[in-house]
């Protein structure tokens, strides 16, 4: 660890694909893609580590076509560091489940209803078709409210499955993390911890968090599991990417945190800025020749006005989603190294402070939504 | 005039955003944004011009908005060559039509019903404030099949529209055009030329074409028009982006063509290539790891294989769309670029036989569709 202020760490994440430093945010290419970026726009915005869904790529194209291609990195031309889940939040999230049981879990296509099975061991060698820096173990994300008992045994079944992960795990440039779940359960959280450290991994997750609980539940739990976590080991919160969320997760010692939110949210014509998220639709907006955010390096910030840019929002046009999706990855890469000098500096927990507040002003004056 | 080759020729238009060597092909970008592409990307791709709609930017946003940034070029970051359109052939495709007289024509809008009116008057105004090089005149543009009288009246109000157009043309900085109609009546096409050049514009458009008639009809009437056209005036062919279209309209004369065709077809997951057009949602490309073209410089064939792109359209990815895009409009500018080497060379006709035939090849082999 190059730093510490407070549980926060400034570390450097090593890959094959290159080195990153930590916190870093992780953009979301679902499908083999960070909707509308090209790879040269990702190097531009900053990104360090890119995601791939490991439940979408199966699907389409399917790992078989990818592994032809030469893997994930070839296939898609992205050349820097690379993670891909296991597939098991989607398969929870987005598929009908038809049956769960030790052996693993059998569930219909988002996309066409096709019958499929995930096991462990699939979906390892799954991730090491796709050949990514960094794979998932295959885990149960249950829902925040789920009874106790559930959390219970979902929890040791993925503990299970996690060392089968491992088992059958040989892609030596390629590291695996494990997942600690538990729900809302401090007890359950503190046996996932034990039992996911105990087989031993690469780097170590916290998943089964921003799924429905409220922050304070979330920080709670977080904060509970983040600092127990081997030190010298990478640590992933699942699922994180509004700025405030981001700042907390970081304090609370989180080195990597992946969401779809930056781009969603371009997509629906929102933009994040240190004074808070704009909503670009906004009337206000059509006559503002200003940039969206004053000293931002970045394309959408640079060669145009919040006026046009609201205008291609406005119109559905193409170019609009891509170059706020191109700001909002933006941003979040920025936000991350700002956080990682101020943990170098040992002055985190107070530069947070005062970026928290002034997000949360635009709002609060009604200046911006 | 550089070069002509029979009736081909090589020339240069010059603009107070830059020369562009001509014949050329100038994508279209309706909103102010031609779909997906950035400025840097449009200038990488060898565009030379590109076109606005009137029409559109006169409803949303507004021109008083663009006025406000500056101007198109301004307000949308492209700063070389720009066209646009009065607005005519939109208010006659897209709207309902409540009045049309000699004063102008009464229409609802295409986006929220409400009604607006253009004139002669209001559309060169309109286009004065958006400040492209080159503005075009009112005119009508009658469905091919409307009945002689139609066409007969239509025309020679278009060309009183005209005059009024030119009369009120004010702004140095930007070229009006004149443009010649008449439908597939070889008598009224050449009345509406020399209405239209004796009333004298900076260059003329010839429009009323690619709208339901067969090819033949079109290349018929457009040779009985082009070649009659004051030499050393610019020539525009409104609508076409085919590429043995294209080759056609070049060899009678044209020097300036455009059409959303290869931006629409790139949404449609389809690729102009020498060899024909491919529509990669055809299966056999999953695996085809081959670039789209090889030899072409853009992004998409550089970067990229056959398969990855075929994957990104098959998924609806934003991506896709817009690397097909820069692609298809890549292949149009290096198409020109090519004609005009052969224009100079003097063998243009016999190239172009070749280049049609290569291009019809790939659909009658059954390895392209």
Redesign the interface.
């Known amino acids: 660890m190059a730093a510490v202020s407070g549980e926060a760490r400034a570390g450097v994440l090593k890959t094959p694909h290159g080195e990153v430093e930590t916190p870093t945010f992780m953009p979301v290419g679902t499908?083999?893609?960070v909707?509308?970026?090209?790879?040269a726009e990702l190097r531009a915005a900053g990104a360090g580590v890119v995601l791939g869904n490991t439940y979408h790529l199966y699907l389409?194209?399917g790992t078989g076509?990818i592994r032809?291609?030469g893997g994930l990195h070839a296939?898609?031309?992205w050349d820097g560091p690379m993670l891909t889940d296991s597939g098991g939040y989607q398969v929870f999230s987005l598929s009908r489940i038809r049956r769960l049981s030790e052996e693993g879990v059998e569930f219909t296509s988002v996309y066409d209803g096709s019958v499929h099975s995930f096991t462990p061991e699939l979906v390892t060698k799954a991730q090491e078709e796709i050949g990514a820096d960094i794979a998932m173990v295959l885990d149960e994300c249950p829902p925040a409210d789920a009874p106790y008992d559930y959390h219970a045994d979902s929890m040791r079944r993925t503990a299970r499955w996690a060392a089968r992960c491992k088992a059958v795990h040989d892609r030596r440039d390629q590291a695996l993390f494990g997942i600690v779940q538990g729900g809302l359960f401090a007890d359950l959280r503190a046996e996932s911890l034990r039992r996911t450290v105990e087989t031993g991994f690469d780097g170590y997750a916290i998943g089964g968090l921003s799924v429905g609980e409220s922050r304070e539940e979330m920080l709670e739990v977080l904060g509970g599991v983040a600092p127990e976590l081997p030190e010298e080991k990478p640590r992933y919160f699942m699922g994180i990417g509004d700025p405030i969320g981001v700042l907390q997760v970081i304090a609370l010692g989180v080195d990597m945190f992946d969401c779809v939110l930056p781009t969603r949210l371009a997509r629906h014509g929102a933009a994040l800025t240190s004074r808070g998220k704009i909503n670009l639709k906004n009337a206000r907006y059509?006559?503002d020749?200003e940039p969206l955010e004053e000293g931002c390096p970045c394309?959408a910030c640079s060669?145009?006005?919040r006026?046009?840019l609201?205008?291609?929002v406005?119109?559905g046009?193409?170019?609009?989603?891509?170059?706020l999706s191109l700001h909002n990855v933006t941003f979040l890469g920025r936000l991350c190294s700002e956080a990682r000098q101020h943990i170098v500096c040992g002055d985190y927990e107070s530069w947070m402070s005062h970026r928290i507040e002034l997000y949360a002003s635009g709002e609060a004056r009604g200046v911006l939504e």
Do not use: D, M, Q
Request: proline share 5%.
């Open positions: 499908r083999g893609s909707r509308g970026l090209s790879p389409r194209p076509v032809e291609a296939f898609t031309g059509r006559t020749f394309e060669g145009y006005s006026a046009y609201a205008h291609l406005r119109e046009e193409l170019l609009g989603a891509r170059l």
